[in-house]
C-alpha cells in the first residue's frame, strides 16, 4: 500500500519553462514533507522541504505548494535549466521519529 | 565536509558470498538508515537506526542484516547475497527530526552472479 504516489514516470519541458512535479499522499497524519534530487551515479540530496501547517514554501527557483484537502503537493521549478534533469523523489514524514516515506521518483528532462 | 561515506562504490559477487558494505557519516547524526533502488520500485528502505544499538526493519529487511555499535557507522551485511539482491544501495543519516533532511551517500552498485 503506497502512502506517497508519483504517478507520473516522467516529465518532459522546455528549458525556461516550467516544470511540475506533482506528489499524493494518503496519511494525513505526515507532518512534513520533502523533495529530494537525484543524478545518475550520485546519492539523492535534499531539495526543499514543506511543514504541514503551510501550504507554500519557496527557494530560489524552487516552490513547494501543498493542498492538504487534496493531500497532494507539487514542486514548481521556474525557469527549468537543463541541470534541473534529474530524478525528483517526493517524501513524507510522519509525525514522531518514524522514517521518511519515499515516492517511486519522476525523472525529468530539460530540453535545451 | 559533512558526509555519509559508503564503501565500495562498485561490487560484483557470487551469489552465497558473505559481503558488507560500510557506511559513515561524520555529522554526528543519530539516525541512520539503508535504501534500495530499483527500477520502476523507487527507493525501498532495508533497515534504520535511531541510535547506537537501535535497529529496526524497514520495508524489504528479508535477506540482510546491520549493526550500530557506535554513532558514525551503520554496516549492511548481506550473509548469504542471491542475485534478486542485485541493486543500487544507498546509505542515508539525519538528525532524529526528519524536517531537516536525509544526506545520502553516494551509493553502491551491487551485482549479486
Known amino acids: 500500500d503506497q502512502q506517497v504516489k508519483q504517478n507520473s514516470p516522467s516529465l518532459s519541458v522546455q528549458e525556461g519553462r516550467i516544470s511540475i512535479l506533482n506528489c499524493d499522499y494518503t496519511?494525513?497524519?505526515?507532518?512534513?514533507f520533502l523533495w529530494y534530487k537525484k543524478y545518475p551515479a550520485e546519492g539523492p540530496t535534499f531539495l526543499i522541504s514543506i511543514s504541514s501547517i503551510k501550504d507554500k514554501n519557496e527557494d530560489g527557483r524552487f516552490t513547494v505548494f501543498l493542498n492538504k484537502s487534496a493531500k497532494h503537493l507539487s514542486l514548481h521549478i521556474v525557469p527549468s535549466q537543463p541541470g534541473d534533469s534529474a530524478v525528483y523523489f517526493c517524501a513524507a514524514s510522519p509525525s514522531g521519529n518514524t522514517p521518511l516515506v519515499f515516492g517511486k521518483g519522476t525523472r525529468l528532462s530539460v530540453i535545451a | 565536509e559533512a558526509q555519509v561515506t559508503q564503501n565500495p562504490r562498485y561490487l560484483i559477487t557470487v551469489t552465497g558470498k558473505k559481503l558488507t558494505v560500510t557506511c559513515s557519516q561524520n555529522?554526528?547524526?543519530?539516525?541512520m538508515s539503508w535504501y534500495r533502488q530499483d527500477p520502476g520500485l523507487g527507493l525501498r528502505q532495508i533497515y534504520y537506526?535511531?541510535?547506537?544499538?537501535?535497529?529496526d526493519k524497514g520495508d524489504v529487511p528479508e535477506g540482510y542484516k546491520v549493526s550500530r555499535k557506535e554513532k558514525r557507522n551503520f554496516p549492511l551485511i548481506l550473509e548469504s547475497p542471491s542475485p534478486n539482491q542485485t541493486s543500487l544501495y544507498f546509505c542515508?543519516?539525519?538528525?532524529?527530526?526528519?524536517?531537516?533532511?536525509?544526506?545520502f551517500g553516494s551509493g553502491t552498485r551491487l551485482t549479486v552472479v
Open positions: 537506526s535511531m541510535n547506537v544499538e537501535v535497529t
Open positions: 542515508a543519516s539525519s538528525l532524529t527530526r526528519q524536517e531537516n533532511g536525509y544526506t
Open positions: 555529522m554526528n547524526h543519530e539516525y
Open positions: 496519511n494525513s497524519m505526515f507532518d512534513y
